[in-house]
DNA sequence: TCCCCCTAAGTTAGCGCTAACAATTAGCTT
DNA sequence: AAGCTAATTGTTAGCGCTAACTTAGGGGGA
């Protein structure tokens, strides 16, 4: 910096002013400033910044089953957003998720001094672990309930249900099934009640629950006990891949989508549009729930702890699986 | 760090000694300033560290197609192995593999001050990018060939697909046919090149070659195509979701596997294990890989650019999908 | 016995930056 | 024209740590 200051003939603080983006420096000085910056190929020492700032500019997102599509694309989106508001991101996994995994890998953040925290652990123990701890920085949880103990960033699971139901019973649909994830995850849980909730609501028959654990395999087995029972005239699967998977079973039983059977899938994963027929689904926008998320977090590193939580909408993708039911050739 | 010194008795430095295991400081004192520490739940800062230190005990990842299962778990190896030495780990992830986007990550990195960085992107494209950039941190490229322009840590795709399709052979198959993952992947392409170069080496025929995306669905269609031609006596899927897709191709076939139709897969993902019958696969090894990547960065980061590559071996699993051609009921 | 050396501490300086304050200049107002 | 304000720049101190140097106390060999 000191560097740059000379050939900009200037003085150090002088610099930091520009990189900081400071008022009174006048239009000339930054210009030669930032010619000299240029010229040396200068970058400010984040270590020094830090220490005097007293932030590292790195915020700890904190993830386990990143091998599925929601954790993994939330992390993306987190990821993201982090980036575009400048921050650093560092990233700690869990293999399990215990209470001493958990409080390493916190203690793991706050040996490096991250300004704030997201969690995505989509499990209810992980809930349960979260609410007891209390936290020395911000910390935003994701996909979680609403619980003044915690902020929140999550999208409305049970609201994605319910549009993926609703266009369902809209279309004339009275018999509904559900194949579902596995239920210690707290969006199979919200997804599951939203299915319920909505069928309620239209005086619909919820008796039809399959639990199935998110694979492609575990669709194909629910899709061939739907057709082999014959109850149904549409199926509601948690995820794409379920969705995917029954699909296929429909077609090996014969029964045609959307005419013999209507589907609707959960992710919007980019092949939901490339099946044949392309998959009704519902898009859950993790790049908006990332930038949610840091939205809080900054918000809550500003303000102190807050609480609240920020709700996405999804988003019903209407395709070519759904149609009212029996419908003619 | 002055009260953890006052409360023990001691000077900072000595505390310092301590925290950083220094050979000269008598155990009772060590142990006083332990006792200090604990009570005060005292942590080094790390900015301040790292500024006298000049290191920042962080490296980043740059990663991309992380919704894919090879990707997502050398990132997981590669961050476990970093946090076993004592390393942050920094991430960041490409949306899309273009020389631009790959310099501005690697801007971020540098940035940041990271002490080293890892590459998970596994396309051809990247390398040629990678082997043009110089860069002023040791950086390790995981996945690519061996060039002395870069360090390199590798699963061996070639002996991966040749242990593959050398179990076939050895079983007496005449005919192996591939599924492969897009030839712009580096491993999908190193395992093409295994396949051919094994069964070269055996005489065998390599016309099958059925060019596949990754997806379920193109094992799938691989498979329903094999299963019509009736030519080969067995299949070498590139990874296991193509292979539990072909699975399915052959049962709707009737074909019965192993007995009609061997199929051996690539990935060992932990529900190949489930599958009826469970899979004969490849385990790549990623945690081996990510501590092999940690290693050759460390060794770099104390000696400067290496320029030599770790290969990790990759060991055949057989379980129930392989049998000798044409085995009678 | 004396001196040297080795061990276990303490003292000092400075890593590169920003915050707080001080100083200078220019531009008004009265 | 004196005096005041505001805008711009410079000076100084210190964030918390480690490296390098300094000091104080014991042995052990001559």
Known sequence: MEDVARLAGVSHQTVSRVLNAHPNVSAQTRERVEQAIRELGYRRNTAARSLVTRRSQTIGVLGSDMSHYGPANTLLGVQQAARDKGYFVSMASLNEVTPVAIQDALEYFMMQSVDGIVVIVPHEAMFESLSTISMAVPLVAVGFGVDERLSVAAVNQRMGASLAVQHLVDLGHTAIAHVSGPPDWIDAAARIDGWRRTLA????????????????????????ELAAAGKVTALFAANDQMALGALRAFSEAGLRVPQDISLVGYDDQPEAAYLVPPLTTVNQGFKELGARCMQMLLFDMANGHSGASSVVNPRLVVRSTTAPPHTAR
Chains 1, 2 share one sequence.
Do not use: F, K
């Open 201 to 224: 609501q239209a005086e619909l028959d919820d008796s039809v629950l399959i639990r199935g654990n998110w694979s492609a395999e575990s669709g194909y087995r629910a899709g061939l």
